[in-house]
């Protein structure tokens, strides 16, 4: 089947299913370049190009059945990096990479980062990335999402370390600045989420009944083990709970910063 008769019988399905697909044509050439190789503009300027229409639907009835397209395709881009995505991990979201540029304002050369919680290891990678001489260290509960993220660092050929914990549990040494996106959604919020939500690992979601349970535990531990700073990604609607654990736990200096969307969503503050 060539490409115009696959994005007529494509759209036809996704209207079909009655899924909530955004932006189907834009979901259909991220298919078609994913199987062919070949980009976009030369999809649209070769509407007679064959494709192998087995593959491309198969492809098609997974996102259908909810499967993430990041997933799908097995990468992300985050930051100058490029990021395999499985099911062995949380896809790394858009509005993380501004937590990159916040940090970014307050690293200096060789202080040593530690990403708690780092799924496919996106957060850890971008800052050794922007950062060559900072010592970048990342951890997981899961060894699943800590062995995905030693194969992200080989493929983007960055050196950085990794420890299977539990929050603090195994990390010994100490380090200037923690960041950390952990789990945050509460019980109740997840079920009420996106159904393709539900194929990320649930691990990776939910931070608790209340949702900010990780927060509690990773800011009152990391009064020992971190000499600087710490940085976090916040649900849009937990701002100023971050900042009253803080505030409870003697941090100084602390800021809430916005998303591009105007959410609250990151947080720094000074040991
Ligand atoms: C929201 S995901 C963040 C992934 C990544 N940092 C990012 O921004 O895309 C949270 C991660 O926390 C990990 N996690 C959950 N509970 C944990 C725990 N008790 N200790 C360490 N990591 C944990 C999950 O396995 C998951 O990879």
Known sequence: MVVKDIIRKALADIEASGKNIPNPMGEIYILLEHITSKDKLFLSLNKDFEINEEEFFTLLNKRLNDTPMA???????????????????????????????????????????????????????????????????????????????????????????????????????????????PPYISSEEYMGLERDIFKEPKLALVGGDLGYEYYEKIIRQAREKIKRMVFFEIGYDQGNIVKDILEKNNYKDIKIYKDLEGFDRFVSACI
């Open 71 to 181: 997933y799908i395709i097995g990468k992300k881009y985050f930051r100058n990096i490029v990021l395999k995505t499985d099911e062995r991990a949380l896809i790394p979201r858009f509005c993380t990479e501004e937590l990159i540029d916040i940090v970014n304002s307050f690293i200096k050369d060789n202080d040593s980062v530690l990403d708690m919680c780092t799924g496919t290891g996106a957060i850890a990678l971008a800052i050794k990335e922007e950062n060559t001489k900072v010592d970048v260290t990342c951890s997981d509960i899961s060894e699943d999402a800590l062995n995905l993220a030693k194969e992200n660092a080989e493929l983007n050929n960055l050196s950085i370390n990794f420890i299977l914990s539990d929050l603090f549990e195994n990390i010994s040494e100490t380090y200037d600045i923690l960041i950390s996106n």
